[in-house]
């Protein structure tokens, strides 16, 4: 059985919270699941996300409640101990588990492409990109051994690479590409940086434990079935090395 709310907040939600306690709103037979709604994905990536984990639930057989928030909502929910997992995120080896108010899935669920995009002006050396400024998305800062500038509205920082006021920005092409062409900015180029795994952030603790053993159950349910390629096919691609002076085919 699923309860499956999809809510919208906005500033009366850190008022509510501020009087909230940790685990208040967790039953001990229901699991809670927060996944992030990402600015400037398509309607179709953002429908699919709660979808997914609601197929979780239901190849597991457990009763899971799956909330969609801002990404960061997410992340200081589940840091408070009001959820049991948040997703979706970027994992690096470098990220040790004992070092963070959280842990990392035992199971990935796919990969994403992360993409420096930059000025079209700008000379790349991949292999060293320290003299460069780079913004990315505050949540994946330390993924990276060079300095980076950290963002939070996307739409902003690939506009500001393309009108030249930083070097670049890197993040996943399935949230940037879009963007890029649907609002056909023109002195943009693309290189690979590098494919992540992406996993969920499990709670500390018991109930941790207990959601992390859920979902590796759910998703080797749906590996099995296909269901799982299903999914993720629709955002785990291969890096496709297009260009904006290249014909463009629709992403959608």
């Known amino acids: 059985?699923?309860?499956?709310?999809?809510?919208?907040?906005?500033?009366?939600?850190?008022?509510?919270?501020?009087?909230?306690?940790?685990?208040?709103?967790?039953?001990?037979?229901?699991?809670?699941?927060?996944?992030?709604?990402?600015?400037?994905?398509?309607?179709?990536l953002?429908?699919?996300?709660?979808?997914?984990?609601?197929?979780?639930?239901?190849?597991?057989?457990?009763?899971?409640?799956?909330?969609t928030y801002p990404f960061k909502r997410s992340m200081f929910l589940l840091q408070r101990g009001l959820l049991d997992a948040h997703f979706p995120f970027v994992y690096s080896p470098k990220l040790k588990n004992s070092k963070l108010p959280y842990v990392?899935?035992?199971?990935s669920f796919a990969k994403v492409n992360f993409v420096l995009y930059t000025h079209k002006n700008v000379t790349v050396d991949i292999n060293d990109l320290t003299k460069l400024t780079i913004l990315t998305a505050l949540a994946h800062v330390d993924l990276?051994?060079?300095?980076?500038?950290?963002?939070?509205?996307?739409?902003?920082?690939?506009?500001?690479?393309?009108?030249?006021?930083?070097?670049?920005?890197?993040?996943?092409?399935?949230?940037?590409?879009?963007?890029?062409?649907?609002?056909?900015?023109?002195?943009?180029?693309?290189?690979?940086?590098?494919?992540?795994e992406v996993k969920a952030l499990i709670s500390?603790?018991?109930?941790?434990?207990?959601?992390?053993?859920?979902?590796?159950?759910?998703?080797?349910?749906?590996?099995?079935?296909?269901?799982?390629a299903r999914f993720t096919d629709r955002w785990s691609r291969d890096y496709d090395d297009w260009q904006l002076l290249q014909p463009l085919v629709d992403f959608e």
Do not use: C, W
């Open 46 to 67: 953002a429908g699919f996300l709660p979808r997914f984990f609601e197929r979780i639930g239901l190849a597991a057989n457990v009763n899971v409640t799956v909330e």
């Open 104 to 107: 990392f899935s035992t199971v």
């Open 204 to 228: 500390k603790g018991r109930r941790g434990k207990d959601i992390d053993a859920i979902i590796s159950a759910g998703v080797s349910v749906m590996k099995e079935s296909g269901e799982l």
């Open 144 to 196: 990276f051994d060079f300095d980076v500038v950290a963002v939070h509205d996307l739409k902003g920082a690939i506009n500001m690479v393309n009108s030249g006021r930083v070097d670049g920005l890197i993040f996943a092409d399935v949230v940037i590409d879009p963007f890029i062409k649907s609002q056909h900015l023109s002195n943009i180029t693309r290189t690979f940086f590098h494919r992540f």
């Open 1 to 44: 059985m699923f309860k499956i709310s999809v809510l919208f907040f906005g500033s009366l939600l850190y008022s509510s919270l501020s009087i909230a306690t940790p685990n208040d709103d967790i039953k001990i037979n229901e699991y809670k699941i927060g996944v992030a709604h990402i600015e400037h994905t398509s309607a179709k």
